[in-house]
C-alpha cells in the first residue's frame, strides 16, 4: 500500500488528537495514504500527490496492510482505540485498504476513513468502517465540476448514516454551493460541518467568526482545524 512519508523519511503514522470533523480531539492513530484524483489550490498536503513538485520516490514508501497495522497499534499504545485513514485519496487503494481495515479491526480499533467523495466504496470496505468523514470540494478548490462532484458516490454517502460531511470554506460565496450540494443530497444539517480554510491560527480564527453565525442560521456544525491550532504544519502531529 502507497503511504506518505514524513520528514524523517519514516511512513505517515502516527498517534495524535483528531483535528477535524465529528471526532476532533479524539485520540487517534493516523495512517497518511498518497495519490489523490483531485488537485485543490489550497491542500497543504501537496507531498501525498503534486509529483510536479514534490519527488514522488522521497515522499512516498510501500508498505504491506499487515505492517501498516502493526505499526499503527504499536504507535497508538493501548489507550488509543480509534484509527483515521486519511490521505491524499484512501478509496483509490481498495484492495490493500480492505486487508488493511480487517486488520485494524482486529487490533480493536474503530475507523473513520477521510474521502473526497468521489469515489464509491467497494463493500467490503464498507463493512469495516465506522465512520466516514466526507469532504465534497467546492468550486474555490480550484478542480473542474466534472472532477470533484461524483453523484452516484455521494448518493451513496449521503444514504449511510455514519457518513458527516464536511465542507472547506474559503469564502461566503461557497455558501451558497454547499446549500446546493447538501439540498439535492437530502443530507440532514447535523450531519454537515462547516470547516475554514486555512493554513494559520490567523486565518482560521477570522473565518471562524463569521462562519459561526452562518452555522447557526443553517443548523450545522462549525469545525475547525484542531492540529493546525496546536502545532502549525508540523508535520506528523
Known amino acids: 500500500m502507497l503511504l506518505s512519508r514524513m520528514s524523517s523519511g519514516a511512513p505517515e503514522i502516527f498517534a495524535t488528537v483528531q483535528g477535524e470533523g465529528l471526532t476532533s480531539g479524539l485520540p487517534s492513530v493516523l495512517i497518511r495514504t498518497a495519490e489523490c484524483n483531485l488537485k485543490c489550490t489550497w491542500c497543504d498536503t501537496r507531498y501525498t500527490w503534486d509529483w510536479a513538485t514534490h519527488d514522488r520516490g522521497a515522499h512516498t514508501t510501500e508498505l504491506a496492510p499487515g505492517d ?38 482486529a487490533a480493536g480499533f474503530t475507523i473513520e476513513i477521510e474521502t473526497n467523495g468521489t469515489v464509491q466504496p467497494a463493500a467490503a470496505v464498507a463493512a469495516l468502517v465506522g465512520q466516514w468523514n466526507v469532504s465534497p470540494k467546492l468550486a474555490s478548490s480550484g478542480n473542474p465540476l466534472r472532477a470533484r462532484h461524483r453523484p452516484a458516490a455521494l448518493e451513496w454517502f449521503a444514504g449511510r448514516p455514519a457518513a458527516t460531511f464536511k465542507f472547506v470554506v474559503v469564502g461566503p ?39 459561526a453565525d452562518e452555522c447557526r442560521a443553517r443548523g450545522y456544525r462549525l469545525g475547525t482545524r484542531l492540529h493546525v491550532l496546536l502545532w502549525g504544519s508540523e508535520r506528523g502531529r
Open 68 to 105: 501498516i497495522a502493526a505499526r499503527a497499534a504499536a504507535i497508538a499504545g493501548p489507550a488509543v482505540r480509534n484509527a483515521v485513514v486519511t490521505g491524499g485519496e484512501p478509496l483509490l487503494q481498495q484492495d490493500e485498504l480492505t486487508s488493511l481495515l480487517g486488520s485494524l479491526r
Open 173 to 211: 460565496e461557497d455558501l451558497s454551493e454547499v446549500t446546493e450540494v447538501v439540498t439535492a443530497l437530502g443530507v440532514p444539517p447535523r450531519r454537515v460541518v462547516l470547516m475554514p480554510e486555512g493554513v494559520d491560527t490567523t486565518a482560521l480564527l477570522e473565518r471562524s467568526r463569521w462562519l
